[in-house]
């Protein structure tokens, strides 16, 4: 439980973090990139998919199916446009609001 | 691109759960084959993943449904359920959208009609600004009876308002009401075409533009500019194919030659619905010189644009018309308002006030029909959603909302609809223009675009959703209200609202075809009784040439000429009589005639005016006219000789000879001169209708012809008068000094006065049949679903020892009630309906006793006819058939 409320309303932004950084990747790319990069952070591999099939509808990532080395098809997700500007926008939205709780937090 | 990817994703459900399981298979086997590495065995590798991801199933439900337009998923959903059921029930299917259909297909072809004739603005920007002006006419009312609007104006008169007007853009026209002849240079070909006149700046208020050349401007006002001309759009592509050679090419109207300047806009084509203007030429041309001086002649037809908020505008122009009139008036003025009337769809025309009524009456019994075909579809949907009880029990029983209950029951009755809507624009696309062949006069054609066009196609979309809610709701949300428990069980009637419903629409199917009935029946007895009117004279066979003759004649020649071509005629094989008159017999050309006042000598000035026509020796007995007593016209009867002598009908000899002997009779008659002028009555004729049947046989004077220009010739034939149409056309034009201008037949002429009725009454005729047969279907479905539901009871009742004549009854009685409230309710609602008619009925009124037992008498015998057989069958059921079959 704890895990799944560090990352309320944070998924849509840690994937198009990730997928502006590190390019195309399918679902299970970015679960793995996720855990490996944090210990705190770790998403219920599931909930990840609704979130991206969402993004998706919205224009801020594009899918296309590949085939991968060991002949299976994956679906690659990639940033478009629309969603680099998301990403900005989400970013600078949430270093303030963590900013701001930051600051309640020390000055309390 | 979200949206349409949504959509498509609606119509494919299943491909799309394909890839979504796909892409999440692939996620587990990912993490089980990382999981393997990490040194698991295979089997727990395989549930640790799956631990981890969670309820795939839950997942794809959720993305899925942000990957489609759920709602849409569900209504396509229920479309393919729903063809599914309605293919399996063809013959309700089939009945349901013919039904529909044809019901749809008579209300859009009368939508089409009522909105090219009457509805529709003119093709220019902001219609809705112009307006015509018009002032409260004096005196003699018009043929309707009424006394109409005054819309013309002297031409100083529009001059002062033109100039005077702040923005309001005032320009003048004329409307034509008959062809006029056209030559352009180069052709000796003959045209006619429809030639109409506006003041310069007509086009520029307008605001249409040139297709090619220029259009009028205010320098065409001035009678010393060069003569121009503006062609149709439709008659420049038509006749010149579109060819910009046309501009400067010279055309002759009516004798005087004008240069074409130019090409007015595509599609419009002119400013009355009803006729398509052929080409405009400038005002002051079209006008006869004095008009354009006269401050009284009624010559031109004033429009402008008033746009909103120009009050003050109206107001300034009510002050230059009130101050110009007393200016001129001759002897008292009256005071009278300028009225502004909207002219956004066109001309006012008579054409238009001719077909208005009819056109509304059809609409009128087009809703009635749609009303019957939708009690009619409900019927069948109810008596369906009886047999389908179980399917909704058992639907409802595994957690099916009502409202998902609802929403199929109405798709399938949206596909209904559906169906029927594309036959209904069909049918319309080739009725409407077919009606409107109809409507012009023979030898004056309307046109009117009654084609499909969107807002046609939008009122029958709205038409066909309309009806959907009106036949669907009902059944759906009764069929819906099964209680699954009781229906489960297997008993379906026990749920007598449903037959309540059944009841109460039999009822109003019933009322509505009573009162389609009666209107119809109404249209068509008025149109058999104008058609019997005794017209006085013998319209068969007769050829009606107008005469004009091509230089100038005196007296004498004219009069020799007549002489002659009629003796001529007379003699040619097949003409069995001749003669001429300077109006046509129902031709409404008597309108506008101002008759000379009379008295009998020693008496007052009458107040009522004759009718006067001039013929010639023989008109009485070419027409057929009875001689009552005296003498008809003869050859020794010259004008010069004899002005005197004349000849009167009985009407006259009633008004105003009453108790006298009126041969030899003398009648001073007012004219210019201060001495009146005596006339001797030597004969007295039969009355004639001369205008219209309806009209009261008005009291007439015959005076003798004298001269040979625009007369009428009568001819009356052996045979077919068509077939003498050339060679007596050639023999009045031989001399070289006579032309003919237009030729008909006296029946064409009274078909021609009756248009209206007439289409009304081929249409009452045609919708009566119409309703008659969808009431047919409605009414036999019905009775026969009811008989076959108390089929149970009646073997109970006869096992029991019922008799069968009380069974009969009984059958019959289930639908006698309903039938005789749907009676009562038709007949006052038809009555109701029919007081709009009275204008247009003749002799015939919807409480006579025969009005109302044709509509009656049909719908009982149809109830009577359905009802009869399943009631018979029923009385004879063996009940041990029946209760061994539970």
């Known amino acids: ?108 | 691109m979200s949206l349409l990817s949504r959509i498509a994703n609606a119509f494919r459900p299943g491909r799309l759960d394909a890839d979504l399981n796909e892409e999440l298979q692939f996620h587990i086997d990912e993490r089980k084959r990382a999981l393997v590495a990490e040194g698991m065995t295979e089997s727990e590798a395989r549930s640790a993943a799956r631990r981890q991801f969670g309820s795939p199933l839950q997942l794809r439900e959720s993305s899925h449904d942000a990957k489609a337009l759920v709602w849409l998923e569900s209504i396509l959903r229920d479309v393919r359920f729903s063809l599914r059921v309605l293919r399996k029930e063809k013959t309700v299917t089939v009945a349901a959208v013919l039904s529909l259909a044809l019901a749809l297909g008579v209300c859009t072809a009368a939508f089409s009609l009522l909105d090219t004739l009457l509805l529709r603005p003119l093709p220019i920007p902001r219609p809705q600004e112009l307006v015509a002006l018009s002032y409260p006419g004096s005196g003699r009312p018009g043929p309707s009876g009424v006394v109409e609007d005054e819309s013309r104006f002297s031409y100083p008169l529009f001059q002062r308002l033109r100039d005077t007007s702040s923005g309001m853009d005032l320009f003048g026209a004329t409307f034509s009401s008959s062809y006029s002849v056209v030559t352009f240079a180069g052709s000796p070909e003959e045209l006619n075409l429809r030639v109409e006149s506006l003041t310069g700046n007509g086009f520029a208020a307008l605001e249409l533009k040139p297709a090619a050349g220029r259009l009028f401007t205010s320098a065409d006002d001035r009678i010393d500019a060069a003569p121009i001309a503006v062609l149709s759009h439709a008659f420049w592509t038509r006749h010149f194919g579109g060819s910009p050679s046309a501009i400067g090419q010279w055309m002759t109207v009516a004798g005087r030659q004008y240069q074409i300047a130019g090409v007015a806009q595509e599609g419009f084509s002119g400013l009355g619905p009803g006729y398509l203007t052929d080409a405009w030429i400038p005002f002051v041309f079209s006008a006869r010189p004095a008009w354009l001086t006269n401050p009284e002649a009624a010559a031109v037809h004033i429009w402008g644009r008033l746009p909103e908020g120009r009050a003050f505008a109206a107001a300034q122009l009510r002050t230059v018309f009130s101050n110009f009139r007393r200016e001129n008036a001759n002897g008292p003025f009256h005071e009278v308002p300028l009225q502004f009337q909207s002219a956004a769809t066109g001309e006012a025309s008579l054409f238009r006030k001719q077909f208005r009524q009819p056109l509304w009456i059809l609409g009128l019994i087009s809703v009635l029909i749609l009303a019957i075909a939708c009690s009619n579809v409900a019927n069948l949907l109810i008596a369906r959603g009886a047999a389908r009880g179980r399917e909704m029990a058992l639907r409802i029983a595994i957690g099916a909302g009502r409202g998902r209950l609802v929403q199929q029951l109405l798709v399938e009755s949206a596909l209904l609809s559906g169906a029927a809507c594309v036959l209904a624009l069909v049918f319309a696309g080739y009725t409407a223009p077919l009606v409107v062949s109809q409507l012009g006069p023979s030898d004056f054609p309307a046109y009117l675009d009654a084609g499909i066009d969107a807002r046609v196609f939008g009122f029958a979309m709205v038409c066909a959703g309309l009806t959907t809610i009106a036949f669907g709701l009902i059944p759906a949300l009764r069929a819906s209200a099964v209680s699954p428990n009781l229906a489960l069980q297997g008993d379906s009637t026990k749920s007598s609202s449903r037959s309540g419903t059944l009841k109460t629409v039999l009822s109003v199917q019933v009322a509505f075809s009573i009162a389609v009935l009666l209107l119809s029946g109404l249209l068509v007895t008025s149109f058999r009784k104008l058609m019997n009117v005794d017209l006085g004279f013998t319209k068969d066979r007769v050829l009606l040439f107008d005469v004009a003759a091509r230089g100038r004649l005196d007296k004498a020649a004219q009069q020799s000429a007549a002489a002659q071509l009629l003796d001529g005629i007379r003699r040619s094989p097949g003409v069995e009589a001749a003669g001429a008159s300077t109006l046509a017999l129902m031709s409404g050309a008597f309108g506008p005639m101002i008759a000379p006042q009379i008295r009998l000598p020693g008496g007052d000035w009458e107040r009522t005016r004759p009718l006067y026509m001039a013929v010639s020796p023989g008109f009485f007995e070419t027409m057929q006219i009875r001689l009552l007593s005296g003498r008809g016209f003869d050859v020794t009867d010259t004008p010069t000789s004899t002005a005197s002598a004349v000849i009167v009908n009985q009407a006259f000899v009633e008004q105003f000879l009453k108790g006298r002997n009126a041969l030899g009779q003398r009648i001073e008659q007012l004219t210019d001169d201060p001495e009146p002028v005596t006339l001797t009555v030597v004969g007295i004729v039969a009355n004639v209708h001369y205008n219209n049947l309806r009209e009261k046989l008005a009291p007439t004077i015959y005076t003798q012809l004298a001269g040979v220009n625009g007369i009428h010739l009568a001819v009356r034939t052996a045979g077919d008068p068509h077939g003498f149409t050339a060679s007596l056309r050639k023999m009045i034009e031989a001399s070289g000094a006579l032309k003919v201008t237009h030729v008909t037949t006296q029946s064409t002429t009274i078909d021609d006065a009756v248009l209206a009725e007439r289409l009304l009454a081929i249409l009452g005729g045609l919708f009566a049949a119409i309703a008659l047969l969808l009431v047919t279907v409605g009414l036999y479905g019905v009775i026969r679903y009811a008989a076959a539901r108390r089929q149970k009871e009646v073997g109970i009742r006869i096992a029991l020892g019922a008799p069968r004549p009380a069974v009969l009854r009984l059958m019959c009685s289930d639908v006698a009630a309903p039938v005789a409230a749907g009676l009562i309710a038709g007949i006052a609602g038809g009555a109701i309906a029919a007081r709009y008619l009275e204008s247009i009925l003749f002799q015939v009124r919807p409480t006579d006793a025969v009005s109302l037992a044709i509509p009656v008498v049909s719908i009982v015998s149809t109830a009577l006819a359905a009802a009869l057989p399943p009631a018979l069958r029923a009385s004879r059921i063996d009940p041990m058939s029946v209760l061994r079959h539970e």
Do not use: C
């Open chain 1, 1 to 108: 439980m704890a895990r799944q409320d560090a990352l309320q309303g944070s998924l849509p932004l840690l994937i198009l973090k990730i997928l502006g950084r590190l390019g195309p990747l399918h679902g299970y790319g970015i679960t793995a990139r996720i855990e490996s990069m944090s210990d705190v952070l770790r998403v219920e591999e599931g909930s990840l998919y609704p979130a991206l099939h969402r993004m998706e509808e919205s224009g801020f990532i594009r899918a296309r199916w590949v085939t991968t080395e060991n002949k299976r098809r994956a679906r690659m997700y990639e940033i478009t446009a629309a969603g680099r500007k998301q990403l900005e926008e989400e970013e600078r939205r949430w270093l303030a609001v963590t900013a701001a709780v930051g600051q309640i937090l020390q000055n309390v």
